[in-house]
C-alpha cells in the first residue's frame, strides 16, 4: 500500500513568489495536517483538514492557506515567500474517524524542501 | 502552554550499546505520545505509539515508556546498531479539535561501528 504521498521533492522560489504544495493522504485517511519544519527544529503545525473542514490552524500567517479535495488529498498555499519560509513542508495523515478520538496515530509524508532565495 | 523537551540534543554511543531517550513534557492531560525517526533530509518514520492508557508499547528492539504524572517519555533502544543513527522525535497529541501533534527538538543519535 503507498504510503502518504507529496509533491514536488524540492522548490526553489524567490521572495514575493506564491508556491502550492501537495499532499495525498493514505487510502482510507480522512484527516490531513501540515508541519514546518525549519532546520534544527521539531515540527511546528500549520493545519489540520478532516472530511474537507479546517479542524485546527496553527500560528502562521494568512499568507499561508490550505484546502483538502473530496478524495482527501490537500493543498498547502503561501504567498508572498519570505526567506524565513525556507522549511522542509510535512504532511501527515490519520484516520481521524470523527466520532472517536481524533488522536490516532499519524503518518507522515517525505516533504517538500521548500527554498526561497 | 504545552511543550516537549528533548535531552539530549545529541548522542553518540558505540555499536551494540542500549541507550535511553528522554522526552517531557508539560501538560499531563496528553492524549497520546508517538516517537518518530528521522534520517537528514527526509520524512518521519512513525516508531511507536502510546495511548495516555498504556505504560508501555514495544516493537522489537524498541520499547517506549509513558508516566503522564511525571510527564516523561523514553524510548529505549536495545543493542543499537550503526543503522539506528538518525534523529528521534517524540511528539505529544492532546486530542481535543484537532490531533495536532507538539514535537520536541529531537536527539540525534549516532551509533559507532
Known amino acids: 500500500d503507498a504510503g502518504v504521498t507529496q509533491s514536488p521533492t524540492h522548490l526553489i522560489k524567490t521572495r514575493g513568489q506564491h508556491v502550492t504544495l501537495r499532499c495525498s493522504p493514505i487510502s482510507g485517511h480522512k484527516s490531513v495536517s501540515w508541519y514546518q519544519q525549519v532546520l534544527g527544529q521539531g515540527p511546528q503545525f500549520i493545519f489540520q483538514?478532516?472530511?474537507?473542514?479546517?479542524?485546527g490552524r496553527g500560528n502562521f500567517p494568512d499568507r499561508f492557506s490550505a484546502r483538502q479535495f473530496p478524495n482527501y488529498s490537500s493543498e498547502l498555499n503561501v504567498n508572498a515567500l519570505l526567506l524565513g519560509d525556507s522549511a522542509l513542508y510535512l504532511c501527515?495523515?490519520?484516520?481521524?474517524?470523527?466520532?472517536?478520538?481524533?488522536?490516532?496515530?499519524?503518518?507522515f509524508g517525505p516533504g517538500t524542501r521548500l527554498t526561497v532565495l | 502552554k504545552q511543550e516537549v523537551t528533548q535531552i539530549p540534543a545529541a548522542l553518540s554511543v558505540p555499536e551494540g550499546e542500549n541507550l535511553v531517550l528522554n522526552c517531557s513534557f508539560t501538560?499531563?492531560?496528553?492524549?497520546?505520545l508517538q516517537w518518530f525517526r528521522q534520517d537528514p533530509g527526509k520524512g518521519l518514520t512513525s516508531l511507536l505509539l502510546?495511548?495516555?492508557?498504556?505504560r508501555e508499547q514495544t516493537s522489537g528492539r524498541l520499547n517506549a515508556s509513558l508516566d503522564k504524572s511525571s510527564g516523561r517519555s523514553t524510548l529505549y533502544i536495545a543493542a543499537s546498531q550503526p543503522g539506528d543513527s538518525a534523529t528521534y522525535l517524540c511528539a505529544g497529541n492532546y486530542g481535543g479539535a484537532t490531533n495536532k501533534l507538539i514535537f520536541g527538538t529531537g536527539t540525534l543519535l549516532a551509533v559507532q561501528p
Open positions: 483538514y478532516y472530511e474537507k473542514e479546517e479542524r
Open positions: 501527515a495523515s490519520s484516520s481521524g474517524l470523527r466520532n472517536r478520538v481524533l488522536g490516532g496515530e499519524q503518518f
Open positions: 501538560d499531563s492531560a496528553i492524549y497520546n
Open positions: 502510546i495511548q495516555s492508557s498504556q
